[in-house]
């Protein structure tokens, strides 16, 4: 063996007669230590290793001056001897006797060869100060004097799991160290991943690359944030694969995440794993031997994976050593930051992840992308084609969810194919509920786990009841709307109480942290909206379906819509537009409760009005039939607002050509008004008004002047003359009066409107623009092209821009554009 003398600094070799020497053992620092070519070769001694040998030297000169030799393992023996090569002693690394209790060192079987063997044992803090010893009475006379601090030998002791007399008497056979008390032997390097790899993973670049490049930084956390069944595990699973590979070395932990006793049975079967000493003690703290094993760097590298961490609070709370409850005990507290190590997680909810890594350690998974998901639907299938790409987009492309398809196909081949399972998951939503309900086998499934998409999301949407009752509600009446786009007006009913709104603000922007952290919904580009994938929508409404609440929801969804789609005036568009999509999706909802059903025809007669505004013929007339038939039923035929839908459906019908229809329903509803309200309540008005434009576009242009004429009196009457019922009025008489070749008032009339439009309403209001083009034709009808095309031309621009090019009044204005050019013989134009 070589000893370094610590006077002159010179090794010495020998094989018998070995003299007097003070062991050193210590913790090791990669690259700083130094080595036996170092001290003789008298080359790097700045380093910290160089300076602890010095400082060994120096303390046994001090303290042991009778003793000149030191053994120290990192450099007394020469490394690049094989036949001298062997294993090191690892670390202390203790500040006191609680630490001691703590550290990895005393779980090796060279230490406590070390600690057997040796007469008597001094332990140092790494400023060389006396933390305790084992065996001071056993030192020769002459090292009496020196300082030793307490006895520490009972705690090596319960530290070791060697009973005191086997530490204190090295010749009691039976005392000392038996076979079966002996640490196993060092294990390798291994990896207990309880999954294997699957041959058909397909690589995602975008993720795989993020988690590699964040998971190579010392002390790394890391964490898989996503919808369940997006994939998250199976990447873990993939990179824990590809890291034993790559890096055989390196030990890698699994550890089931989903509660306190999967996540304890884990840590057993990972100290079963590393063969940790003690671990069969009956009062063993497991997760003890595991953070020691862990903070040891002479063990090597590794990676833990926490797989299914959708609950941080266990992890996270403090936990109980009998009737105490000790600061910085949590279950997270025994996975150390260290450099040599590196944690992988995987969670359901981006909000628990931040609970336990930074969020610039988080790597968001969402589902696979369109040629990702035909790529894993091909490869499983062993099929191509335009099918697997079809039943892809249906699934949303949702690994789970294709993983589920693929193993329901091959389990009834050759009587179910990629089209049929297509075809009965288009069929209804209970078929597709159906399909993605059902369990189906897999191979290397977590036995706690599901494989069925829907009951996956069930179990966060339980998850989500119990912990935020509030945001699970939100987000069942969120899959009642349009899923595309969901606003935020829809889904907050404001109140009188200020303080209230206050509170319920907040609440709400913590509902929708809570619903974006499980990826139940995302932000569109415009943050007041959010979207949700379609069979997450199916499923969360099948949620409360199962609890019979669903009716209660739906009721909830048609309240919000009735306090906040407005009527479908111009200056409302913007907003009906909004919301038009989710009346669209009321409309085929049938709620029982009275009060619904009417707040639902409501909604149905304001976005009818909205869509026959707009030239959306078909919507409107089928939302206003639905309207008055709830109507009509509950209320009555004279009920007001009956009236005013059999108006809005009588209008639809004039604009559709079929004037006797529409002649027929506004005479009832004239009469009815007339006796119900009076001849000049201006709903009265509006629809005798409704009458002289039907009448005259059957062309009676002398009932249609009496009326108009009686209109336009009786709201100037009662509304005044700039109101703009009286000018919109005015406009229907303009009409009559070109129609019946009276082009003098015409034109005065409809200059007049036309000037006070503009100045009332603006220059691009439908009802300025409807004017306008009325003045158009009238300058037209007196052979005045010049004036008519210019004006025209106006509207039709404005038209479009506020119409759009498809709408009716937008076409009808082209039209008569195109009219004016062809009776100037501009045929290319026209």
């Given at each position: 063996m070589h000893l370094f003398n610590v006077h002159s600094g010179k090794f010495w070799q020998t094989y018998d007669n070995i003299p007097p020497y003070v062991a050193a053992l210590h913790w090791w620092k990669a690259d700083t230590e130094t080595s036996y070519q170092d001290v003789e070769e008298r080359r790097n001694i700045h380093t910290d290793g160089s300076r602890k040998l010095q400082g060994f030297a120096e303390y046994i000169k001090k303290h042991i001056p009778h003793v000149e030799w030191l053994w120290i393992d990192t450099c007394c023996i020469n490394q690049k001897d094989a036949a001298e090569l062997s294993e090191g002693v690892n670390s202390i690394g203790c500040e006191d006797e609680d630490e001691l209790g703590r550290s990895g060192w005393f779980a090796r079987g060279w230490t406590l060869q070390e600690l057997i063997a040796s007469k008597c044992v001094i332990l140092l803090t790494n400023t060389w100060q006396i933390i305790g010893h084992k065996d001071a009475d056993n030192m020769d006379e002459s090292m009496r004097t020196m300082p030793v601090g307490k006895s520490l030998t009972a705690a090596i002791a319960r530290r070791t799991g060697v009973p005191e007399v086997g530490l204190q008497d090295r010749t009691n056979s039976d005392a000392s160290v038996k076979k079966t008390g002996w640490p196993d032997a060092e294990p390798k390097p291994s990896y207990n991943v309880p999954f294997r790899r699957d041959p058909h993973f397909v690589e995602r670049p975008f993720l795989t690359d993020q988690v590699r490049a964040k998971l190579s930084i010392p002390k790394s956390r890391v964490e898989l944030a996503g919808l369940g069944g997006v994939g998250k595990s199976q990447l873990a699973i993939d990179y824990a694969h590809e890291l034993r590979q790559q890096s055989p070395n390196t030990w890698v932990l699994w550890i089931h995440a989903s509660n306190a006793a999967q996540f304890e049975q884990s840590v057993r079967d990972a100290v079963d794993v590393l063969k940790l000493h003690g671990?069969?003690?009956?009062?063993?703290?497991?997760?003890?031997?595991?953070?020691?094993?862990?903070?040891?760097?002479?063990?090597?590298?590794?990676?833990?994976?926490?797989?299914?961490?959708?609950?941080?609070?266990?992890?996270?709370?403090?936990?109980?050593?009998?009737?105490?409850?000790?600061?910085?005990?949590?279950?997270?507290?025994?996975?150390?930051?260290?450099?040599?190590?590196?944690?992988?997680?995987?969670?359901?909810?981006?909000?628990?992840?931040?609970?336990?890594?930074?969020?610039?350690?988080?790597?968001?998974?969402?589902?696979?992308?369109?040629?990702?998901?035909?790529?894993?639907?091909?490869?499983?299938?062993?099929?191509?084609?335009?099918?697997?790409?079809?039943?892809?987009?249906?699934?949303?492309?949702?690994?789970?969810?294709?993983?589920?398809?693929?193993?329901?196909?091959?389990?009834?081949?050759?009587?179910?194919?990629?089209?049929?399972?297509?075809?009965?998951?288009?069929?209804?939503?209970?078929?597709?509920?159906?399909?993605?309900?059902?369990?189906?086998?897999?191979?290397?499934?977590?036995?706690?786990?599901?494989?069925?998409?829907?009951?996956?999301?069930?179990?966060?949407?339980?998850?989500?009841?119990?912990?935020?009752?509030?945001?699970?509600?939100?987000?069942?009446?969120?899959?009642?709307?349009?899923?595309?786009?969901?606003?935020?007006?829809?889904?907050?009913?404001?109140?009188?109480?200020?303080?209230?709104?206050?509170?319920?603000?907040?609440?709400?922007?913590?509902?929708?942290?809570?619903?974006?952290?499980?990826?139940?919904?995302?932000?569109?580009?415009?943050?007041?909206?959010?979207?949700?994938?379609?069979?997450?929508?199916?499923?969360?409404?099948?949620?409360?379906?199962?609890?019979?609440?669903?009716?209660?929801?739906?009721?909830?969804?048609?309240?919000?819509?009735?306090?906040?789609?407005?009527?479908?005036?111009?200056?409302?568009?913007?907003?009906?537009?909004?919301?038009?999509?989710?009346?669209?999706?009321?409309?085929?909802?049938?709620?029982?409760?009275?009060?619904?059903?009417?707040?639902?025809?409501?909604?149905?007669?304001?976005?009818?009005?909205?869509?026959l505004e707009l030239g959306a013929m078909v919507d409107g007339l089928a939302m206003a039939k639905a309207a008055v038939r709830v109507r009509s039923r509950q209320l009555g035929e004279e009920d007001e607002q009956t009236l005013s839908i059999r108006a809005l459906i009588g209008w639809q019908y004039r604009d559709q050509g079929r004037w006797n229809k529409a002649e027929e329903l506004n005479v009832k509803v004239v009469d009815t008004r007339i006796r119900a309200l009076g001849s000049e309540h201006s709903n009265t008005l509006a629809s005798i008004n409704n009458l002289a434009l039907i009448y005259w576009s059957e062309g009676h242009l002398g009932q249609a002047e009496e009326l108009g004429v009686k209109v336009v009196e009786a709201r100037i009457r009662v509304l005044g003359s700039e109101h703009p019922d009286t000018l919109a009025s005015m406009d229907t008489l303009v009409n009559t009066y070109l129609s019946q070749g009276l082009y003098g008032e015409a034109e005065e009339l409809g200059v007049k409107v036309m000037e006070t439009m503009i100045r009332v309403l603006g220059s691009e209001h439908p009802d300025t623009l409807t004017s306008m083009d009325t003045l158009a034709n009238t300058y037209w009808s007196q052979g005045r092209y010049r004036e008519a095309e210019e004006l025209h031309v106006k509207v039709v621009e404005a038209s479009i821009r506020v119409l759009g090019n498809e709408h009716p009044d937008t076409l009808g204005s082209m039209f008569n554009l195109a009219i004016i050019y062809h009776g100037q013989g501009r045929w290319q134009e026209a």
């Open positions: 671990r069969e003690e009956p009062k063993v703290d497991l997760l003890l031997l595991l953070r020691n094993w862990l903070r040891d760097e002479g063990k090597g590298k590794w990676l833990i994976v926490l797989d299914n961490a959708d609950d941080a609070g266990f992890l996270l709370e403090q936990l109980k050593r009998g009737d105490e409850v000790k600061p910085a005990q949590r279950r997270m507290d025994y996975i150390p930051v260290c450099d040599h190590g590196s944690v992988l997680i995987t969670t359901r909810s981006r909000n628990q992840a931040l609970r336990l890594v930074f969020e610039n350690d988080t790597v968001n998974v969402l589902p696979m992308s369109v040629d990702e998901a035909v790529s894993l639907l091909e490869t499983k299938l062993g099929e191509t084609g335009e099918d697997c790409r079809e039943l892809a987009l249906a699934l949303d492309c949702t690994s789970l969810a294709i993983t589920q398809a693929v193993a329901y196909i091959r389990e009834r081949t050759p009587r179910c194919s990629v089209r049929q399972y297509h075809m009965d998951m288009e069929q209804s939503r209970a078929s597709r509920m159906g399909l993605l309900r059902r369990e189906v086998s897999l191979p290397d499934q977590d036995a706690e786990a599901t494989n069925s998409v829907l009951l996956t999301w069930q179990i966060s949407f339980e998850h989500l009841y119990t912990t935020r009752r509030s945001a699970a509600e939100l987000l069942s009446l969120m899959s009642c709307c349009d899923r595309l786009a969901i606003p935020e007006i829809l889904l907050r009913v404001s109140d009188a109480d200020e303080r209230e709104d206050f509170e319920r603000a907040s609440s709400f922007e913590d509902d929708i942290v809570a619903l974006r952290s499980f990826s139940f919904v995302s932000q569109t580009v415009d943050a007041q909206t959010w979207e949700m994938h379609r069979l997450v929508q199916d499923a969360t409404q099948l949620w409360p379906e199962s609890q019979s609440r669903l009716d209660d929801v739906r009721n909830r969804f048609v309240h919000c819509l009735y306090m906040s789609f407005p009527n479908g005036d111009f200056e409302n568009w913007p907003m009906c537009r909004t919301l038009f999509p989710h009346a669209k999706v009321a409309m085929g909802q049938q709620p029982h409760d009275v009060g619904t059903m009417l707040e639902g025809a409501t909604v149905m007669y304001r976005s009818a009005w909205y869509a």
